[in-house]
């Protein structure tokens, strides 16, 4: 049964940690922390589970792709969904709440899965995201 976008925040918060810590340090130079350790909870998803995993509306229909994760602090904010397009062309990406998605591993099937209420036409018609200024790719 898929469970609320919730499950992956326990991982994502590692992840968060460690990226703003290197966010930090390349902007002032601060002492480094220790090193502390964690277990991963067994209901917890990684950050690549879910990047490039479909997401599917109740018809079943593709709706868009998890292109990345929003991570602010030490909590899963939302998700960028990239909604249209084809090999790269024309996609309109759209920042949803992480509470929008249900987010789960689907034992039956053996593969993660992310359902939503939307439909692409919706999602085509939200705000867009851009990736720029602090947000854009190096490469």
Do not use: C
Request: aromatic share 10%; net charge neutral.
């Amino acid at each position: 049964m898929l469970s609320r976008a919730s499950l992956g925040q326990a991982s994502l918060g590692l992840l968060a940690g460690a990226m703003f810590t290197a966010t930090a340090f390349a902007q002032t130079t601060i002492p480094s922390p220790g090193a502390r350790f964690t277990n991963v909870p067994a209901d917890a998803a990684l950050s690549y589970n879910l990047v490039g995993l479909n997401v599917y509306n109740s018809a079943d229909e593709n709706v868009g792709e998890i292109k990345d994760i929003i991570i602010s602090k030490d909590k899963l904010d939302g998700y960028i969904l990239s909604v249209g397009g084809w090999l790269g062309m024309g996609e309109h990406y759209v920042a949803v709440e992480p509470s929008s998605v249900a987010v789960g591993y689907d034992a039956a099937k053996g593969k993660w899965a992310a359902r939503m209420n939307a439909t692409k036409d919706q999602l085509k018609g939200a705000p867009e995201f851009k990736y720029q200024g602090r947000w854009k790719s190096s490469s």
